[in-house]
T-cell receptor, first 111, second 115 residues
Framework: QKEVEQDPGPLSVPEGAIVSLNCTYSNSAFQYFMWYRQYSRKGPELLMYTYSSGNKEDGRFTAQVDKSSKYISLFIRDSQPSDSATYLCLGGSSNTGKLIFGQGTTLQVKP | EPEVTQTPSHQVTQMGQEVILRCVPI?????FYWYRQILGQKVEFLVS????????KSEIFDDQFSVERPDGSNFTLKIRSTKLEDSAMYFCASSEAAGGWYGYTFGSGTRLTVV
């Protein structure tokens, strides 16, 4: 079983829509989770960081972690065409610097 | 905003040649990483480096790979004898703390093409 799984999409939504991106993970040792955004031929850019279960909000972005179901979500409100990118979810544990990436979900926000 | 800088952005090399990929991490970061992304595949961990030594490495990081922080600012990845399957985007990253408590900052990557 892959440690972090994402639906690769592509996911296409109209501008202004609420976007829900989801991941599941299998490694119970994961303690922190991140969402990165990657534009084509660019490096990943940190969007959100969460530790353990709960919600975290930053502007139009909300990250949720449910450790009981090993489920990670990212919500984007009022989506913009500039949000079109690949969204990567990652898990990690405090005893290692290694991050485990999901496959990434490609999002397209149409004007 | 501080950046991780990688050079070159694109490198083409012949199979069997040595390549060195260079990175300048964020100046106050202490933990350094290399990841790679083969086209169409997920980003994969290669190695983490702290206090001038490797902290952890993946099974991909075999004897053909080495890392070095030669002068206190640069962080390099060397592939001794490149293979076709080494063609990928290589990302350098750095972080303030172990375990990524504040997230990792990634560079824009070096696209390595082995022909």
């Amino acid at each position: 079983q892959k440690e972090v799984e994402q639906d690769p999409g592509p996911l296409s939504v109209p501008e202004g829509a609420i976007v829900s991106l989801n991941c599941t993970y299998s490694n119970s040792a994961f303690q922190y989770f991140m969402w990165y955004r990657q534009y084509s031929r660019k490096g990943p850019e940190l969007l959100m960081y969460t530790y353990s279960s709960g919600n975290k909000e930053d502007g139009r972005f909300t990250a949720q972690v449910d450790k009981s179901s090993k489920y990670i979500s990212l919500f984007i409100r009022d989506s913009q065409p500039s949000d079109s990118a690949t969204y990567l979810c990652l898990g990690g544990s405090s005893n290692t610097g290694k991050l485990i990436f999901g496959q990434g979900t490609t999002l397209q926000v149409k004007p | 905003e501080p950046e991780v800088t990688q050079t070159p952005s694109h490198q083409v090399t012949q199979m069997g040649q040595e390549v060195i990929l260079r990175c300048v991490p964020i100046s106050n970061h202490l933990y350094f990483y290399w990841y790679r992304q083969i086209l169409g595949q997920k980003v994969e961990f290669l190695v983490s480096f702290y206090n001038n030594e490797i902290s952890e490495k993946s099974e991909i990081f075999d004897d053909q790979f080495s890392v070095e922080r030669p002068d206190g600012s640069n962080f390099t990845l060397k592939i001794r004898s490149t293979k076709l399957e080494d063609s990928a985007m290589y990302f350098c990253a750095s972080s303030e703390a172990a375990g990524g408590w504040y997230g990792y900052t990634f560079g824009s990557g070096t696209r390595l093409t082995v022909v």
